[in-house]
């Protein structure tokens, strides 16, 4: 995966074999990245690189995180289940999501022309996170790891593909990321499985 923030632009995240070729969902949809990420900076956000992409905090904590797609590209929002969402233009990752976290994109000029309303979910983002206020904790049928509740956040398209699974299988993956205590494990875990999760498997599941 990259490690600067540049090379996402200019190649992608480096997470499959696409990478830094003409067919890079990043170089298709260069025109509308842009036009988000300079939304982001303009709200006054920091980015960063986190999971391979451009990921952009306020006050220590992470507020949204782009993404990009053959069919479209995204801005996805953490702490999603705070977000009250008054033009009614968020979507869901998936079928079994619990919250409309992301904004997507199918055509370049539809950031250009969303710019307003962006700015303003940003600023709504972006003051939860300064006064400190979480969303409320849920009642679930199973707890998501932390380092699961992370990568999702950071990865669209493994957000989708978890999303669409059964429960049984959703919940095969936080059995065995909830064996381990160490916090590097569940990370590499993660990691392993996501090939897995794409496919529509469960954990153990060949």
Not at 42 to 60: N, R
Not at 78 to 104: I, S, W, Y
Not at 128 to 141: D, F, H, L, N, S
Request: proline share 4%; glycine share 8%.
């Amino acid at each position: 995966m990259i490690k600067e923030i540049e090379e996402y632009f200019a190649s992608g995240c480096g997470r499959c074999e696409r990478f830094a070729t003409s067919d890079c969902a990043t170089r298709q949809w260069s025109k509308g990245l842009a036009a988000l990420r300079k939304i982001c900076l303009d709200a006054g956000l920091e980015e960063v690189v986190k999971w391979g992409h451009p990921c952009y905090m306020h006050a220590g904590r992470n507020i949204v995180i782009l993404g990009a797609f053959r069919g479209d590209y995204r801005l996805s929002f953490f702490d999603a289940a705070l977000m009250k969402d008054p033009a009614g233009v968020l979507e869901k990752q998936g079928p079994n999501t619990r919250h409309a976290d992301m904004l997507r994109f199918t055509s370049d000029v539809q950031a250009v022309k969303m710019k307003s309303t962006i700015a303003s979910y940003l600023k709504e983002a972006m003051g939860y996170a300064a006064a400190g206020v979480r969303p409320p904790k849920e009642r679930a049928e199973f707890e998501l790891p932390e380092e699961l509740v992370d990568a999702l956040a950071a990865d669209p398209e493994l957000s989708a593909a978890f999303h669409g699974l059964t429960p049984g299988r959703q919940r095969s993956y936080v059995i065995s990321l909830s064996s381990t205590k160490k916090s590097a494990t569940r990370v590499a875990r993660i990691v392993k499985f996501r090939d897995k999760i794409l496919a529509g498997k469960g954990a153990t599941e060949r």
